[in-house]
């Protein structure tokens, strides 16, 4: 069990720019979760799967977001046009069942210049 | 809105003593429940979880579920100064959904 990882750590760029940021989760968990958190702030739900369909979307996530994981593996979460709102920490977790506690990776630091 | 509240703090405590952390949500439909810790710039990470009312002891680490009241507590025996850190909670409302909502996270200061 290697835990949640995530790709990149860290992550800087000129508003307007596209991102794209990646996980895998613990390779046995069916689910995966975006989480948004922001400074002082509890994370906050994006989207989440089962598998490789997406079954919910939060109204945080917004149509530049966009999120897949093609093969039920893998994750990728996409942010188009970014703007200075977007700078945040963007987390990813994965859970067995749908009660199951979810894990999180160590993150990826969006900063938007 | 599902709601989850916390008391933001700053707890401070001395080295030794129990810390008691508190948190109420706001649908009686919750099903499960969780304690993460998040060390500043670190990622949650989960300490507890809890699904039935009463007592769950993990080491120093006991939560506790009262659903009639929607309360939801962690305490921490014998507080170390490496136990400061922010303590979110976290409710997973089940159904369809699977997505946590979390508290704000009360930050814990434990001193030496």
């Known amino acids: 069990d290697t835990g949640v990882s995530q790709d990149p750590r860290h992550k800087i760029t000129k508003r307007g720019q596209n991102v794209t940021f990646r996980c895998d989760p613990i390779?046995?968990?069916?689910?995966l979760y975006w989480y948004r958190q922001t400074l002082g702030q509890g994370p906050e739900f994006l989207t989440y799967?089962?598998?490789?369909?997406?079954?919910?979307k939060s109204r945080l996530l917004s149509d530049r977001f966009s999120a897949e994981r093609p093969k039920g593996s893998f994750s990728t979460l996409e942010i188009q046009r970014t703007e200075q709102g977007d700078s945040a920490m963007y987390l990813c977790?994965?859970?067995?069942?749908?009660?199951?506690?979810?894990?999180f990776g160590d993150g990826t630091r969006l900063s938007i210049l | 809105q599902k709601e989850v509240e916390q008391n933001s703090g700053p707890l401070s405590v001395p080295e030794g003593a129990i810390a008691s952390l508190n948190c109420t949500y706001s649908?009686?439909?919750?099903?499960?429940f969780f304690w993460y810790r998040q060390y500043s710039g670190k990622s949650p990470e989960l300490i507890m979880f809890?699904?039935?009312?009463g007592d769950k002891e993990d080491g120093r680490f006991t939560a506790q579920l009262n659903k009639a009241s929607q309360y939801v507590s962690l305490l921490i025996r014998d507080s170390q100064p490496s136990d400061s850190a922010t303590y979110l909670c976290?409710?997973?409302?089940?159904?369809?959904?699977?997505?946590?909502?979390f508290g704000k996270g009360t930050k814990l200061s434990v001193k030496p």
């Open positions: 809890i699904y039935s009312n």
């Open positions: 976290a409710v997973n409302y089940g159904g369809s959904q699977g997505n946590l909502i």
């Open positions: 390779s046995e968990h069916n689910r």
């Open positions: 799967f089962q598998n490789e369909a997406q079954l919910e």
């Open positions: 649908d009686r439909g919750s099903q499960s």
């Open positions: 977790a994965s859970s067995f069942l749908e009660d199951s506690p979810q894990h």
